[in-house]
C-alpha cells in the first residue's frame, strides 16, 4: 500500500489557503489545503519512493478513500508527487486491473477542461479506477456534464467532487477575447464563450482579465454543482465536499479557488 494513502498533508497550511466547504464538510477539511508554497499539501518529506517504484498489487477499492477528507489527503500526495517528479503511476498492475473488471471505486469526480496539458490522472498521480474524469472546455456544464457528475456522487458514492482549471485557459481566453471584439466564434464553440462569459472579470485588463477570470470561472461552476439539490444534500450531511482548484503548468502544482 501507497504510504501517501494514509499519511496526508500536515495541518500547516494558513486559513486564507485552506478550502471553504459547506458545515459541517467545512470543519472536517479545515486542515487540508491546496495552495501555498507546497500545494495540496505541506512540504512534508516524501520518503524514498521514486518513479519508477513498483505500483501495489492490492485491488484499488481495499484502499479506496470513503470521505472528503481522505480523499483530499489522496490528491494531496499524487500532486505532491507529480511536481516532485516521484510519481508512482499507481493502480496499474495486472491485479488491479483484473479486480476492475467486476465493478468500479473511484474516490474523487474532477472535473476539468479538455486541455492535453491537464489531464487529471496525471497532475495527482493516479491510476485506474481511481478518478472519475469529466472534461469539458473551461470547465462548462451542460446536462450531460451534470448528469456524469451527478453519477459518480449519486449511484458510486464518490465523496469528492474538485472542479479543476488551469493557467493559460483557452477556452477563457476565447470566451475573453470574444467578449472584448464582439465577433461570433465558430460553431459551438461559441455556446462555450457564452457559458462563461458571465463569469469574466471587467475589472482586470489584458492578461489580468484572462487570468482573473479562470479563477472566476472556477467559483461559479463549483457554486452551480453546489446547489444541484442532490448534491447539496450530500455536502450538508458531510459525506460529500465539492471543492475549487486550479493547475499551474509552470509549477506543475494544484492549489484552491476560493
Not at 503511476?89 to 486541455?115: M, N
Amino acid at each position: 500500500m501507497n504510504s501517501d494513502r494514509s499519511a496526508g498533508p500536515t495541518p500547516a497550511a494558513t486559513a486564507h489557503q485552506r478550502f471553504t466547504l459547506p458545515s459541517p464538510a467545512r470543519r472536517a477539511l479545515l486542515r487540508f489545503g491546496l495552495t501555498g508554497a507546497a500545494a495540496l499539501g505541506t512540504t512534508a518529506a516524501l520518503g524514498t519512493a521514486t518513479a519508477s517504484a513498483a505500483a501495489p498489487a492490492t485491488p484499488t477499492s481495499a484502499r479506496r478513500p470513503g470521505t472528503p477528507d481522505e480523499a483530499l489527503r489522496e490528491l494531496a500526495a499524487g500532486n505532491r508527487r507529480w511536481r516532485t517528479f516521484r510519481e508512482r503511476h499507481p493502480d496499474e498492475s495486472p491485479a488491479v486491473r483484473q479486480s476492475l473488471t467486476s465493478g468500479q471505486h473511484p474516490f474523487a469526480v474532477v472535473l476539468g477542461c479538455i486541455d492535453s496539458r491537464v489531464p487529471p490522472e496525471l497532475v495527482f498521480d493516479q491510476g485506474l479506477g481511481d478518478l472519475m474524469t469529466v472534461r469539458s472546455a473551461g470547465e462548462v456544464l451542460d446536462e450531460a456534464v451534470l448528469g456524469s457528475v451527478a453519477y459518480g456522487v449519486l449511484e458510486l458514492d464518490i465523496p469528492l467532487v474538485v472542479v479543476l482549471g488551469h493557467q493559460s485557459c483557452g477556452a477563457v481566453k476565447a470566451a475573453v477575447a470574444a467578449d472584448e471584439s464582439g465577433e461570433r466564434l465558430p460553431a459551438h464553440i461559441q455556446y462555450i464563450a457564452d457559458q462563461i462569459a458571465p463569469n469574466i472579470d471587467r475589472t482586470q485588463q489584458g492578461d489580468a482579465r484572462v487570468d482573473s477570470t479562470i479563477d472566476a470561472n472556477v467559483r461559479a461552476v463549483r457554486a452551480r454543482l453546489a446547489a444541484e439539490p442532490d448534491l447539496a444534500a450530500k455536502v450538508t450531511s458531510g459525506k460529500l465536499a465539492i471543492v475549487g482548484a486550479r493547475y499551474e503548468l509552470d509549477a506543475y502544482r494544484v492549489h484552491s479557488v476560493v
